[in-house]
């Protein structure tokens, strides 16, 4: 039972992450649009904004840390499985931890390209996606167990 309702938690918080999100991306869209006035400034709002900025690092902090305690090569997220998890639980436990990495994947390469395009309109969303890339390195040093430095 546990098990069910983190599954649905996770699965809530990324569909809110998603669609703050696409708002934010349709904001930028036509803001820079001339005449567009279905998704005015004023549509994504400084609560949606925190909200978007605060889920943002918690999907990026959940990613790292999945890929940090993650052995190279394995699927992420099989640590919140226990001996005795039916198989129906981990292969939910798979898909929603690859659902995670491909939405943060996703969302960060689309944030980035709009922070590159439209760096002014929404700022949230061009932070995301200046911040992104660097938590895509230290995503990959976690993963891989890269070495720091040569000490």
Partial sequence: MKQLFLAVLTIAVLVIYVVLFYIAVRVAFCISAPGCTE???????????????????????????????????KIPGKWILTNDSSLRVMNAAKIISCLYFIVWLFTGMISLFVAFRFP????????????????????????????????
């Fill in 120 to 151: 002014d309109a929404v700022p949230t969303l061009t932070i995301l996606g200046k911040t992104w890339i660097g938590v895509v390195i230290a995503g990959t040093y976690a993963y891989w167990n890269l070495p720091t430095s040569k000490n």
């Fill in 39 to 73: 998704y005015p400034v004023t549509y994504f709002t400084a609560l949606m904004s925190t909200w978007f900025a605060s889920l943002n690092g918690l999907l990026s902090a959940v990613i790292i840390s999945m890929l940090g305690i993650t052995p190279p090569g």
